[in-house]
């Protein structure tokens, strides 16, 4: 079994930072992709960023310059750091791992909420 744990989620005032890991374990032979998406209530998932084993990160628009994504490929972890955060990045935030071979298939984090307030 495949599976795909986020942590690092919590309150942060506006302004700061926060940085949340994700790890993909089980019978892993390859990440194709891993990545960060976000959900709030009533609204549909959006792409943060995800990261290729190869070749260029992908990130969505607004979180551009302030969210930074890195992976460690050997691992099967990626992190994302996110600065400058607004309330508007409140939100559960999702880890995505696209495994290829073994176990192929698109696999999902549980979540880990992250609450920018004041």
């Known amino acids: 079994q495949v599976q795909v744990v986020e942590s690092g989620g919590g309150l942060v005032q506006p302004g700061g930072s926060l940085k949340l890991s994700c790890a993909v374990s089980?019978?892993?032979?390859?990440?194709?992709?891993m990545g960060w998406y976000r959900q709030t209530p009533g609204r549909q998932r959006e792409l943060v960023a995800i990261?290729?084993?190869?070749?260029?990160?992908e990130y969505g628009d607004i979180m551009k310059g302030r969210f930074t994504i890195t992976r460690d490929n050997a691992a099967h972890t990626a992190a994302l750091q996110m600065n400058d955060l607004v309330p508007e990045d409140t939100a559960v935030y999702y880890c995505?791992?696209?495994?290829?071979?073994?176990?192929?298939?698109?696999?999902w984090g549980q979540g880990t909420q992250v609450t920018v307030s004041s």
């Open positions: 089980g019978r892993v032979t390859s990440v194709y992709r």
């Open positions: 995505k791992a696209e495994v290829r071979g073994l176990q192929a298939g698109d696999y």
């Open positions: 990261m290729p084993y190869l070749g260029n990160t």
